[in-house]
């Protein structure tokens, strides 16, 4: 292995590499490659899709792990899915009836768009219905959970 001797890199360059050092450490890893054969890959398995206050839309992370879920069923059967969009307990309960609904269209949409047939999709929109216990706002309310039933065609 090579190391960088520090001493030797002019300042001008140091700072940038520097830099780009410790944002490597950031950076979102690669989608990890399918693992296992079809038949343990084709599961029920569930995951959550999180947005930012307000957006219907997941940002870049949210939709790279929403079509990497999707990418992990390669080769199964879809039996079922249901797709389940939350808001969080701030705002009036039709605003976040519509956002939470908003966002399980997004995530029906995409899945479709990924090629699953949406005659199984059972898409519902909670808003904020179950945000608050004991008058406690519950964290990351700010969701989509996708629960997918799949077999070995």
Request: with cysteine; glycine share 10%.
């Amino acid at each position: 292995m090579t190391h960088l001797d520090w001493r030797r890199v002019p300042a001008a360059l140091a700072v940038p590499a520097l830099l780009a050092l410790l944002l490597s450490g950031c950076a979102t890893p690669p989608a990890p490659e399918l693992e296992g054969t079809v038949a343990t890959r084709c599961v029920p398995r569930k995951t959550n899709i999180y947005y930012e206050s307000w957006r219907p839309n997941p940002n870049g992370e949210g939709l790279r792990q929403l079509h990497s879920f999707q990418a992990s069923f390669a080769g199964c059967k879809i039996n079922h899915v249901r797709i389940v969009g939350m808001a969080g307990a701030l705002g009036g309960d039709a605003i976040n009836e519509q956002l939470s609904e908003k966002r399980a269209r997004f995530v029906s949409h995409e899945l479709q768009r990924g090629g699953w047939d949406p005659a199984k999709f059972e898409v519902v929109a909670i808003g904020k219905q179950g945000a608050t216990v004991d008058g406690v706002d519950k964290p990351m309310r700010r969701r989509t959970h996708i629960d997918v039933e799949a077999s070995v065609p």
